[in-house]
């Protein structure tokens, strides 16, 4: 059993180089896009919102198992909470270490400042509809974690990530971005 155990963590430690689909020192271009699903901590009794994201991202291979990303995403974020939809969008600049721990396969950790571009609320009032603009706060910070997939026979991308939110949306509010989401990209290699 022990010569198996040290046979089976040779073979791993000699395959960890073939990780990485690209070459070390490589750089890649991933346009991408996808789903959000999210909501507002502290929101009793609040639904989800549905929302888009898209954007790029540009992957540096730093090593072998080992890769920087940074990336601009359009990302329509907030809540519902019975009527009324808190739309808070924002473009997010997510900044991410990747660890490829199989081949095509990586784990994600980042930091992300995002830029509020837009802020309402919006619903249905005694049989009208309406909108109004939210004093939300124009700089929002989560930790994005997540995993993506790149398949092997195409260069597509299935990325999933929680965006775990750092700061209160606004001044007048404890409730913080919690966000789902999964995108689908294309990676061109630069």
Not at 16 to 29: C, K
Not at 56 to 65: N, P
Not at 73 to 78: A, E, I, M, V, W
Not at 87 to 98: Q, R
Request: hydrophobic share 45%.
């Amino acid at each position: 059993m022990k010569k198996f155990l040290a046979s089976a963590l040779m073979l791993l430690a000699a395959s960890t180089a073939t990780f990485a689909q690209h070459a070390v020192g490589s750089f890649t271009l991933q346009p991408k896009v996808g789903l959000n699903i999210a909501s507002l901590t502290k929101n009793d009794g609040g639904d989800p919102r549905y929302g888009v994201a898209a954007g790029a991202e540009l992957e540096y291979q730093a090593g072998d198992i080992f890769s920087l990303s940074f990336g601009a995403l359009y990302s329509q974020q907030g809540a519902k909470n019975g009527d009324a939809t808190y739309k808070l969008d924002y473009v997010n600049v997510p900044i991410m270490a990747n660890v490829y721990v199989a081949k095509g396969l990586a784990v994600k950790l980042g930091v992300q400042p995002g830029f509020n571009v837009n802020s309402e609320i919006s619903g249905t009032y005694a049989g009208w509809k309406a909108s109004s603009d939210v004093d939300a706060k124009s700089v929002d910070f989560s930790i994005p974690v997540g995993m993506s997939y790149e398949l092997p026979t195409v260069p597509l991308v299935i990325d999933a990530r929680y965006n775990w939110g750092l700061t209160k949306v606004a001044d007048w509010s404890d409730s913080k971005n919690s966000v789902f989401q999964i995108t689908l990209g294309y990676k061109f290699e630069l």
